[in-house]
């Protein structure tokens, strides 16, 4: 797995892209909606993406036959995008659950649906099977996710 600190300029470009979305089409529309205008405004800044991408499940390191549909892929970044008033454990859990079966390295949580975009960070160890939150600059804040998190 590469360093976390490498993973920083991408984030920050796709929280940008997600600023950008945000912005235009303001809170409170459908999921799909600011998944799809998400996915074209990664595009518009050069940032290849997948959106309803399969991903490979593992178990034990073991693939599995089931995969999950990720809302967006940019490499080695699941992006889990939601439409909802608060951003609520069963969100994060729902990430986190992903990270784990994918083994991805890095997750964003992405609200639109409150007035302000809310977002969290957050990196897979995997050798500890545990997901833990991020800065901006990409550190470890804490290991209790249900805390209240660290905003854009």
Known sequence: MKNLKDYKNTVYKIIGAAMTVHRELSW??????????????????????????????????????????????????????????ELLPVHRAQLFNYLRLTKKPIGILINFGATSLEGERYAFIENENECVLLDKDMNILVQDTDDDSDEW
């Open 28 to 85: 409170g529309l459908m999921e799909g909606v600011y998944q799809e205008a998400l996915h074209l405004e990664l595009l518009d800044c050069g940032i290849e993406n997948e959106m309803e991408k399969q991903i490979n499940c593992y178990y034990k390191n073991r693939l599995m036959d089931k995969q999950y549909r990720m809302d967006i892929v940019v490499g080695d970044i699941v992006l889990e995008l939601k439409s909802v008033k």
